[in-house]
C-alpha cells in the first residue's frame, strides 16, 4: 500500500520560507503524477502545484514566481519550496500521488 507522508511545515513571518518535503513508498513513483495541495477551513482543498512524470510544472496563478515544486525520484520524493510567503499561503498542506493517494498533510502558518 503506497503511503506519502509530508514534512517540513511550520510557523514563518511573511517574507519568509519553507521547504516541504513528501516521502513515497512503493513502486513506479517515477511515472506518477505529485501535486501539493492546500485547504484552509471551510474552503475546498486546492491544487497549489503539480509536477508530471516529465518534469513539466503547474502552478496555480497566485504562486507563481515564488514556488517551486521538484521531485527526486531515486528516492521516491517531492518538494515545495515556497519563498516570499504571505498570509494567503497558510493553510494544511497535502502531498497527492495520481490523484488519488493523499499524505496526512502539514500545517504551515504565515503570521508576524
Known amino acids: 500500500q503506497v503511503q506519502l507522508v509530508e514534512s517540513g511545515g511550520g510557523l514563518v513571518p511573511p517574507g519568509g520560507s519553507l521547504r516541504l518535503s513528501c516521502s513515497a513508498s512503493g513502486s513506479l513513483f517515477s511515472l506518477s503524477v505529485l501535486g501539493w495541495y492546500r485547504q484552509v477551513p471551510g474552503k475546498q482543498r486546492e491544487l497549489v502545484a503539480r509536477?508530471?512524470?516529465?518534469?513539466?510544472?503547474t502552478y496555480v496563478g497566485s504562486v507563481k514566481g515564488r514556488f517551486t515544486i521538484s521531485r527526486d525520484n531515486a528516492k521516491n520524493m517531492v518538494f515545495l519550496q515556497m519563498n516570499s510567503l504571505n498570509a494567503e499561503d497558510t493553510g494544511v498542506y497535502y502531498c497527492n500521488k495520481d490523484f488519488r493517494i493523499w499524505g496526512q498533510g502539514t500545517q504551515v502558518t504565515v503570521s508576524s
Open positions: 509536477i508530471e512524470s516529465d518534469g513539466t510544472a
